[in-house]
């Protein structure tokens, strides 16, 4: 299926590697416009993400911008959890943004399907 093929090529990045096996599962059973529509999904891009943790993260924009709005405001008010939080989530938070790729789109296949 080339289509999918393609959109694998051009989203590989948002996706953790243990992912992929069960991305292109999905991509492959889904009809080749449905896969077309999937390059309208806005994914959040987990290098963005690291280096806004690294150079903001101890007042919370990496997580507002992942949609974490309480932690967000809880990691601002101390922040970063007196840094030691912020250093945590510069390791962690690039994960956390593959995560909510999958989850966004395991929603969205869903939606196709149905």
């Known amino acids: 299926m080339q289509s999918a093929d393609m959109w694998l090529i051009s989203n590989t990045k948002y996706f953790s590697p243990e992912r992929m096996p069960m991305v292109r599962q ?9 896969v077309s ?21 101890e007042f919370g924009v ?3 911008l992942l949609g974490d709005i309480g ?13 030691v939080w912020w250093i945590i989530d510069i390791f962690f938070v690039g994960k956390r943004a593959r995560e909510l790729n999958f989850q966004r789109f395991i929603e969205t296949i869903n939606i196709y399907r149905g």
């Open 71 to 83: 932690l967000g405001v809880l990691k601002m008010l101390t922040l970063g959890g007196c840094l």
């Open 62 to 64: 990496d997580r507002f």
């Open 26 to 34: 999905h991509l492959e059973s889904l009809p080749e416009d449905k």
């Open 37 to 57: 529509m999937l390059y309208t999904l806005d994914f959040k891009d987990p290098t963005m993400i690291t280096a806004v943790s690294a150079l903001v993260g």
